[in-house]
């Protein structure tokens, strides 16, 4: 099992505060025996810190020593190839053996934010993705002769993954013969749609002999199903917010529980909770087992989205000393 983890940025709290925690749990993580270490790309979200995974990662690969650290994603339509082969051939020069690349096709935004990263209409739509991807592929293998050397990059090539919330990136990634990450966390109605296509369009390359998925799912572990659900408010009501365009930092499980929710909002969360994992270790360990047995997933991915990183690195604690030994995909 590995980590996913946004910087989350508390009310009241600063982004400093929110990357310190993020720091924290990595530590911590490595410690328990998670695989990986994932940040993703986010922009103009006051409740996420982790806008810029490159410089995050390397501030991570400083403070930890074996686990693998990575993104999840790199928002490829918002950097020049070159730039991304660049950055995270650097960090596998410094950190060999350490590094995914996690790379998604969506902007990780809006499109206002979206058009002041790119500075141009052009690009704002996916479509140029996989040439996008074939020339960062390029950098990191030199198979296209004469073009331009990168520096690091060129034979210092981190783990390339594709990741998804549909199906588009997950037969490209089986086309490529990519492992492939699925966003269940967010899209988790397409999820066995999409592990579907990437398994039946899976070419075996230089980089994998077979499919090799992963599945990434919110989890909020701790003492008692009550407990857990009472942390799991402040990311309900962030998510509900981010998609009615009020996007905040991250409220305490108080305020979120004294939010004044209408009947659509309240079925909007509970949509939203449908896959997640969430509850006391032993309902945790029920709900990954079926999710496993659902999707056959070679690796879990967990993101844990709560007020206190206190509560955050005790979830991820109870995961691993309760829970994860029991698993089976088979329920």
């Known amino acids: 099992m590995s980590v996913l983890d946004l910087a989350p940025v508390a009310a009241g709290a600063t982004a400093s505060e929110a990357l310190g925690h993020t720091t924290e749990l990595a530590r911590r993580t490595e410690e328990l025996g998670y695989r990986r270490f994932w940040v993703a790309e986010h922009h103009n979200m006051p409740a996420i810190a982790s806008s810029a995974p490159a410089v995050l990662l390397a501030h991570l690969a400083a403070h930890t020593t074996t686990i693998r650290l990575g993104s999840g994603g790199v928002m490829l339509p918002n950097h020049a190839p070159l730039v991304v082969a660049e950055q995270f051939g650097t960090l596998e020069a410094l950190h060999p053996g350490r590094i995914d690349l996690g790379i998604g096709r969506a902007p990780g935004t809006d499109q206002r934010t979206a058009l002041a990263l790119r500075r141009t209409m052009e690009g704002l739509s996916a479509e140029g993705f996989p040439r996008e991807l074939a020339d960062l592929m390029n950098y990191f293998s030199g198979d296209d002769p004469g073009a331009i050397t990168a520096t690091p990059g060129l034979g210092q090539s981190p783990a390339v993954w594709l990741l998804g919330s549909s199906g588009f990136s997950a037969q490209l990634a089986g086309l490529l013969g990519l492992p492939f990450s699925f966003a269940h966390h967010f899209s988790a109605q397409h999820t066995l749609p ?111 989205m709560v007020y206190d990183v206190v509560d955050r690195v005790r979830s991820f604690e109870l995961v691993a000393g309760k829970v994860a030994g029991g698993l089976s995909r088979s329920v």
């Open 194 to 304: 999409a592990l579907q296509l990437y398994r039946q369009h899976f070419r075996p390359s230089r980089w994998l002999s077979e499919p090799y998925a992963m599945v990434a799912v919110n989890v909020v572990c701790a003492d008692t199903d009550e407990r857990a659900e009472w942390l799991s408010g402040p990311s309900a009501l962030s998510f509900l917010k981010l998609r009615s365009g009020r996007p905040e930092p991250l409220a305490s499980p108080e305020d979120a529980a004294g939010y004044p929710y209408n009947e659509i909002e309240r079925e909007f969360v509970r949509q939203r909770r449908d896959g997640q994992a969430m509850g006391s270790p032993e309902t945790v360990r029920r709900q990954l087992s079926e999710l496993l047995a659902r999707t056959g997933a070679n690796e879990l991915m967990l993101t844990t």
